[in-house]
């Protein structure tokens, strides 16, 4: 038999790390109940043409299609070579594959809200937390499984919505105790870039390739534009654009000069301006020109999370999609989300040691087993402490004292009572303390109220 594995790109989780991926997401949802938004759950996998076509082309080759049932019955084996054969050639086809994992949380949600539209109280505000799968290329903090945490405003074009999630950000981070920059543009700024440089159709090719600066460099990402078209010219407008520096203030008056009177752009400033203006007691919020997010479907302000310190990708990102449930046949529909990464957030706060002692707090109490009538009197006062909230066990069997203190140690379990006969005649129990290595005798009727 081989040795068991796991697919690449994912991961178990022991106790421990459950218990501080639980901090993490609680930590979360509490900010997200805070500021008004209530949960949903949507299913692991999606109809294929719900996904296609709306993360881009990068992101279509990264979804995670799922074949069909049935695809051995002999009466269609012939069908499914020719399908088998269109798949092989870049195609889909509903004889191999009609469903597939879905990609985020976003488009899922506006398949929602485009299903129950009408029974919808608007603005709606839903936060999810669920899994997604991509077919990436596994690398340190980039995984196939993992979880995403979004919040989502539907039915609202305020600003107003921005201005919150900018400070859920802010409110989760400063709970979590991981510093970070939220970075902010506007794709209404990135669409006013591609028409001083070469015309509206040239946005996809332009945000796909700023996309990819941090990764590849400036000089690299000419010779992508350079490879889309686009002349020297307009790529030196782009450079320009790229090298813009300084303060928020300092980084928009420079904008404006760039761009002079193009109405779009102004629009994409305007909107930043007003983020700004309410936030003006948040350190964290930076104008990051740069910043592009390839998915097609935002259209307003965007975002994105880089934590301070630590060699990570984005721990956080989103923005606003004001028709993105027009693909589901519900238009003018506007939408503004933002997305925490997990898996990311858990390996910033484990590289800068940000978890607190407590998270990893398991059973508090464990009790000795010394006996068949011990154990039965024990057992009794467990259940009285479980009735108080007191997370308790009993030993699975008579044993060696010191096999049990390996067991208390291992688990990190900071008291145990030993109940022995001589315990059992006087009706007292000992209390160990095994943090402070101290221990006293207590009335086993007195116990239930001892303060663990």
């Not at 990570?312 to 693909?327: F, N, P």
């Not at 209390?431 to 207590?442: A, I, W």
Request: net charge negative.
């Amino acid at each position: 038999m081989s040795k068991p594995s796991l697919p690449q790109g994912t991961r178990d989780f022991s106790a421990a790390t459950v218990r501080k991926r639980n901090y993490i997401f609680q930590t979360i949802r509490s900010v997200f109940e805070l500021y008004g938004f209530q949960p949903l759950e949507t299913p692991a996998m999606e109809n294929l043409d719900t996904l296609m076509g709306k993360y881009g082309e990068e992101g279509d080759k990264l979804i995670f299609k799922i074949l069909n049932n049935g695809l051995d019955n002999a009466d269609k084996q012939s069908q499914v070579k020719e399908d088998f054969k269109k798949v092989l050639s870049g195609k889909n086809t509903k004889g191999i594959t009609e469903r597939a994992l879905r990609y985020d949380l976003t488009i899922p949600f506006a398949r929602y809200v485009a299903m129950n539209y009408g029974q919808l109280t608007l603005p709606f505000k839903r936060y999810q937390v669920q899994p997604v799968w991509r077919a990436d290329r596994p690398q340190k903090g980039r995984y196939r499984e993992f979880y995403q945490c979004d919040a989502d405003v539907v039915g609202s074009k305020s600003l107003l919505n921005e201005v919150e999630l900018a400070g859920i950000y802010s409110e989760v981070f400063r709970q979590l105790d991981v510093p970070v920059e939220i970075h902010i543009n506007s794709r209404k700024i990135l669409a006013a870039l591609a028409e001083l440089s070469g015309g509206a159709d040239k946005m996809t090719d332009i945000t796909i390739a700023i996309d990819k600066l941090d990764k590849i460099g400036l000089e690299k990402v000419k010779t992508e534009l350079s490879g889309k078209g686009l002349t020297e010219a307009q790529i030196g407008t782009i450079e320009k654009y790229l090298s813009i520096e300084g303060t928020n203030a300092e980084k928009i008056t420079a904008l404006k000069t760039l761009i002079g009177n193009n109405e779009t752009g102004l629009k994409g400033m305007e909107e930043i301006e007003y983020i700004l203006n309410y936030q003006t007691n948040n350190p964290q919020l930076i104008t990051d020109f740069t910043l592009a997010r390839g998915l097609n479907y935002y259209t307003g302000i965007i975002f994105e999370v880089k934590a301070i310190g630590v060699q990570m990708g984005s721990i956080g990102g989103g923005g606003r999609y004001d028709d993105l449930t027009g693909l589901f046949g519900v238009p003018d529909v506007p939408g503004v989300g933002i997305s925490f990464g997990v898996d990311r957030i858990y390996d910033v706060m484990e590289e800068l040691k940000l978890f607190p002692d407590e998270v990893q707090a398991g059973t508090q109490v464990l009790f000795f087993n010394l006996g068949e009538a011990e154990s039965k009197t024990a057992f009794g006062l467990m259940q009285q402490l479980r009735s108080k909230g007191i997370s308790s066990e009993l030993f699975h069997e008579q044993t060696k004292f010191d096999k049990q203190f390996k067991y208390a140690d291992k688990k990190h379990i900071p008291y145990v009572v030993i109940l022995g006969s001589e315990e059992l005649a006087a009706g007292t129990c000992v209390v160990k303390d095994l943090r402070k290595s101290e221990q006293q005798t207590v009335e086993q009727k007195y116990l239930p109220d001892f303060s663990f």
